[in-house]
C-alpha cells in the first residue's frame, strides 16, 4: 500500500507536468495558426515567437491551475491528513524568509554555473548562458504588471497549493523528514533546468518545513509571493545600476546564510512529536509512477541543456 501510494503521486505528477507543457505548446500553436492568417514567410514564426513570448508567464499560471486540478483528483486515493493550523512569529516569518532568499541565491550561482558547464559539455563554448538570456528576454517581452501578477503572485499560490498544500498533505501520514525533503526534491525537479533546480528544492524544504509543521499555507505562501516579487524587482533595478544590485544581492547572501545557520538548520531539525508510517527510500522511489516522474524530469532537464 505504502508503495501505490508514492507510484500514484508519482504518476499524478507526471500526468501534470506534462498537462501543463501540453498546454502550452496547444496555445503556441493555436496562436501560429491564427498568426499565418495575418502573416506570410518568415514572419510567421517571428509573430509567434513575439505573442508567445509575451503570453509566457500567463500561460505558465494557467497551466499551474490545469496541473493542480488533476493532482488532486488523480490523488484522491491516497489518504492524507491536514494538520491543525498553528501560529507562526511574525518574527520567524521574517529570518526564514531572509535565510530563504539569501541562501538560494547562492545555490541559483551553483546551479547557473553547473547549467553552463553542461551547456559548453553539449553544444560548445557559444552556447553558456543561452538558458538565462531566454528566460531574460521572455521576462522583458512580458508587460511587467502582467510578471507581477502571474510570476508574482499568481504562480506562488499554485505552487504552494500544489507542491505544499497538496502534496505535504498526502506525504504527512509517513513523517516529518520524508514529508518535506521528498516534496522539495519533486518541487525542484518540477522546474526541469539544472539552473533552478537546487534552489527551488531548499526553497521547497524549507516551505515544506514552515508548512509541516504551522498547517497554515499562508505562511509559505507570503515568502513565496516576496521572493518572486523581489526576484522581479532586482531584474528591473538591474537594468539601471548592475553593480548595485549585485552588491546588494552579496549582502543578502551573507545575511541570509547567517540566518540559515543560526536559525534556519535549527528549524528543520526540529521534528514534531508524533506517530508515523515508517517508510524506506525503497517504497519511495522504486515504484512506476515516482521513477516515470524523475526520469521525466531528468530527462526534461537535459533537453533544455540540448535544446536552450
Given at each position: ?227 518572486n516579487s523581489f526576484n522581479i524587482f ?75
Amino acid at each position: 500500500m505504502k508503495k501505490r501510494a508514492f507510484s500514484t503521486i508519482g504518476i499524478a505528477l507526471l500526468v501534470a507536468t506534462l498537462a501543463l507543457q501540453g498546454f502550452a505548446g496547444t496555445v503556441t500553436a493555436i496562436i501560429a495558426f491564427i498568426t499565418t492568417l495575418n502573416s506570410s514567410g518568415g514572419d510567421v514564426m517571428n509573430a509567434t515567437l513575439e505573442i508567445t513570448m509575451k503570453l509566457n508567464t500567463l500561460l505558465s499560471v494557467l497551466g499551474e491551475c490545469i496541473a493542480l486540478l488533476i493532482f488532486r483528483v488523480m490523488t484522491k486515493g491516497v489518504i492524507g491528513v491536514t494538520a491543525p493550523k498553528k501560529k507562526m512569529s511574525t518574527r520567524s516569518l521574517y529570518l526564514l524568509g531572509v535565510a530563504c532568499y539569501g541562501t538560494s541565491i547562492l545555490l541559483a550561482t551553483f546551479g547557473g554555473a553547473l547549467n553552463q558547464f553542461l551547456q559548453k559539455l553539449l553544444k560548445g563554448s557559444e552556447a553558456v548562458g543561452e538558458t538565462t538570456q531566454i528566460v531574460s528576454t521572455m521576462l522583458d517581452k512580458t508587460p511587467l504588471f502582467l510578471t507581477i501578477l502571474t510570476v508574482g503572485i499568481l504562480g506562488p499560490v499554485i505552487e504552494e497549493l500544489l507542491f505544499r498544500k497538496a502534496l505535504i498533505d498526502k506525504l504527512r501520514p509517513f513523517g516529518y523528514t520524508t514529508s518535506i525533503l521528498l516534496s522539495g526534491l519533486l518541487f525542484g525537479a518540477f522546474h526541469m533546468n539544472f539552473e533552478q533546480f537546487f534552489y527551488a528544492a531548499f526553497i521547497g524544504v524549507l516551505l515544506g518545513a514552515i508548512y509541516y509543521k504551522t498547517g497554515d499555507i499562508k505562511y509559505s505562501i507570503i515568502i513565496h509571493i516576496v521572493f518572486n516579487s523581489f526576484n522581479i524587482f532586482v531584474s528591473q533595478a538591474a537594468t539601471l545600476n548592475e553593480t548595485a544590485v549585485t552588491i546588494i544581492q552579496n549582502v543578502f547572501v551573507l545575511i541570509g546564510l547567517l540566518f540559515f545557520l543560526i536559525m534556519g538548520i535549527k528549524y528543520l531539525r526540529q521534528r514534531p512529536q508524533e506517530e508515523s508510517v515508517p517508510v524506506t527510500k525503497k517504497e519511495i522511489f522504486i515504484n512506476g509512477g515516482m521513477l516515470a516522474y524523475l526520469i521525466c524530469c531528468l530527462l526534461g532537464m537535459i533537453g533544455t541543456g540540448l535544446i536552450l
